[in-house]
């Protein structure tokens, strides 16, 4: 996050304040700035009374990193160094130079995985897929069993993610559902997502809560939440590995892929997590927080909600709610 002193210098050092106002800001142009210049919808009678100086102050102070940083990009578009008279230009460089650093700060906090998203297998409600690697070295697979109780994601995924919308268009071509209206593919693809979550009531709670309450807010800019993500595969069953775990929590609950390759991982924790046999079990509880870590190293962001948090419906609801407010105004997505 920005300092309040990165903040005042931008202010009163760079962009200059003229009888309190902000320097080369109208009411006006200040609407105009953040769409024009910032390529942000952001409302400025939000933050009313006040003048453009004020304004602009707080909605700085209010913004998330990466907003913060498309604001700072915004400003440098709209006064360049060359802006100002030739007297000021040395100093306005300094300041200017050292705002590409603090940018580069605040875009690397929410930074993301490093590679490309190449194989999105999901949502399976029945045995496991086998899988072949077609090519090692470019890590092309191909499933050659069971690909009928998974579904898998065949279409690029670019810098912004991927919306529930591309996901619905997927699925409305993969199933031929044209002559379905939009409603009807989108509940055929969320009663598909459903089914592979079986019994398991906080996870089906958590699903139906963010498409029924986050549809209506975000529409066409809502994320797609995936259920039932392979992360690691490893080719042997449970049966045939004769109980030796080999590869720690090879599916994720829910997977968003948001803007910047920032993956997010949600899990619900129930009693297999960290008991066996209804006994604490350290060694679970152990590859559970190692592969946490392992994870948040890879730049995956993962949040955990325990299977008490769920035990009342309504209140359950209410805590999902909350959480993706949160979680999407920290990304800039609400």
Known sequence: MLKKSDIYRLVNDYIGVDNGYLHGFSYRNHYDFYPYYCDLEINVEDYEPGTTREKFIRILEDASPLVQAKILKG??????????EEGERERKQLIYDEYQGIIARLEFSVQGVSSEVKNLIFAANGPKPEIVLMDAISNEIKIVKNQEYCLVYDRPLFEKGLLWEELVDWWRDKKKLHNQTRSEQRHNLFNRLKISLG???????LLNTYYS????????K?????PQVYLHYDPYTW?????VKRLSRQRMDFLLL???????????????????????????YAEMVAEDRRLRLAGYELYRFGGYEFLHTEDAKQTVKNFFDDLFKLHSIL
């Not at 400003?75 to 100002?84: G, T």
Request: hydrophobic share 30%; glycine share 4%.
């Open 258 to 284: 948001l803007p910047y390759r920032k993956n997010i991982v949600i899990e619900i924790d129930g009693k297999q997590h960290y008991s066996e046999n209804d006994k604490a079990n350290p060694q679970l």
């Open 75 to 84: 400003v440098f578009k709209k006064y360049p160094v060359l802006y100002f």
């Open 199 to 205: 019994g398991n009531h906080p996870e089906k709670i």
């Open 222 to 226: 809502l994320p797609a939440l995936i």
């Open 239 to 243: 049966e045939q590995l004769k109980g």
């Open 213 to 220: 309450y986050f549809y209506e807010k975000l529409t066409e």
